[in-house]
């Protein structure tokens, strides 16, 4: 059964840090692109970065370049998303998922609310 699952959300100042979590199970992590996606209300849903299966190649939007990290860990079985200089517009809920654009399986998600 194939099971993505998020943690690490939580309230930040501007310019704070955050690292999420996504637990993996029921497939190999590294045979798939592994993708971390945030939602706000009343927007639409951004990508925000991705790792490739076999080679882990990262992928960042110019909106999150140079302060998110996306990075994984194959025995732990877990995608990292490291996020540095939060902005009150990065809050959002935020899944992983697999796959990069479109996706079949996807975790539920973790609030990140980034204010003072």
């Known amino acids: 059964q194939v099971q993505l699952v998020e943690s690490g959300g939580g309230l930040v100042q501007p310019g704070g840090s955050l690292r999420l979590s996504c637990a993996t199970s029921g497939f190999t992590l590294d045979a798939v692109a592994i993708g971390w996606f945030r939602q706000a209300p009343d927007k639409e849903r951004e990508a925000v970065s991705c790792i490739s299966g076999r080679e882990g190649r990262t992928y960042y939007p110019d909106s999150v370049k140079g302060r998110f990290t996306i990075s994984r860990d194959t025995a732990k079985k877990t995608v990292y998303l490291q996020m540095n200089s939060l902005k009150p517009e990065d809050t959002a809920v935020y899944f992983c998922?697999?796959?990069?654009?479109?996706?079949?399986?996807r975790g539920q998600g973790t609030q990140v609310t980034v204010s003072s």
């Open positions: 998922a697999i796959g990069c654009s479109m996706y079949e399986y």
